[in-house]
C-alpha cells in the first residue's frame, strides 16, 4: 500500500517557465515532508523541506506548499532551468521516524 | 567533508556468492539505512538502525542483514544474492530519528547474474 504517491512519472517543462511537481500522502500523522533531488550516478540530496506546522516554505527559486486538510504537497521551482533536470523525490516521515519515499518524478527542463 | 560513503561504486557478482556493501559516514548520526532504488519502485528501505546494535527491518529486507557494532559504519550483506537482488543500492544517514534530514552515499549499483 503506498503511502506516498507521485502519480506523475514525468514532467517536461520550458527553460524560464515554473515547475510544478505534485505529491499526495495518506497518513495524517505524518508530520515533516521533505523533497530530494537525484541526478543519475549520484545519491539523493535534500532539497527543501517543511513541517506540519507551516503551509509554504521558500529557499530561492524553490518553495513547498502542504496542504494537510488534502494531503497534498507540491515543489515549484521558478524560474526552471536547465541544471534542475533530475530526478525528484518527496518524503514523509513521522513519529516513528521511518523515511518514506515516493517512486520520484523526472523532471526535464528543456533549454 | 560531512559525508556518506559506500563501496564498492559497481559489483558484478555471480548468484549465491556471499558479498558485503560497506556503509561510513563521519557525522556522528545516529540514524544509518539502507535503501534499494528499482525503476517505478522509488526508493524502499531495506534495512535501519537507530543506534550501536540496534537494527531492523524495513520494508525489503528480505536477503539481506546488517551489523552496527560501530557508530560510523553500516554495512549491507548479501549472504546468497538472487538476480532479483540486482538493483542500485544507497546508505542513508541522519543525525537522530527525529524529524531530520538524511544524507546519502553515491549509490552501489549491483548486478546478481
Known amino acids: 500500500d503506498q503511502q506516498v504517491k507521485q502519480n506523475s512519472p514525468s514532467l517536461s517543462v520550458q527553460e524560464g517557465r515554473i515547475s510544478i511537481l505534485n505529491c499526495d500522502y495518506t497518513n495524517s500523522m505524518f508530520d515533516y515532508f521533505l523533497w530530494y533531488k537525484k541526478y543519475p550516478a549520484e545519491g539523493p540530496t535534500f532539497l527543501i523541506s517543511?513541517?506540519?506546522?507551516?503551509d509554504k516554505n521558500e529557499d530561492g527559486r524553490f518553495t513547498v506548499f502542504l496542504n494537510k486538510s488534502a494531503k497534498h504537497l507540491s515543489l515549484h521551482i521558478v524560474p526552471s532551468q536547465p541544471g534542475d533536470s533530475a530526478v525528484y523525490f518527496c518524503?514523509?516521515?513521522?513519529?516513528?521516524?521511518?523515511?518514506?519515499f515516493g517512486k520520484g518524478i523526472t523532471l526535464s527542463v528543456r533549454p | 567533508e560531512a559525508q556518506v560513503t559506500q563501496n564498492p561504486r559497481y559489483l558484478i557478482t555471480v548468484t549465491g556468492k556471499k558479498l558485503t556493501v560497506t556503509c561510513s559516514q563521519n557525522m556522528n548520526h545516529e540514524y544509518m539505512s539502507w535503501y534499494r532504488q528499482d525503476p517505478g519502485l522509488g526508493l524502499r528501505q531495506i534495512y535501519y538502525?537507530?543506534?550501536?546494535?540496534?537494527?531492523d527491518k524495513g520494508d525489503v529486507p528480505e536477503g539481506y542483514k546488517v551489523s552496527r557494532k560501530e557508530k560510523r559504519n553500516f554495512p549491507l550483506i548479501l549472504e546468497s544474492p538472487s538476480p532479483n537482488q540486482t538493483s542500485l543500492y544507497f546508505c542513508a544517514s541522519r543525525p537522530d530519528r527525529g524529524l531530520s534530514v538524511a544524507f546519502f552515499g553515491q549509490g552501489t549499483r549491483l548486478t546478481v547474474v
Open positions: 518524503a514523509v516521515t513521522g513519529a516513528n521516524s521511518k523515511l518514506t
Open positions: 517543511i513541517s506540519s506546522i507551516k
Open positions: 538502525s537507530m543506534n550501536v546494535e540496534v537494527t
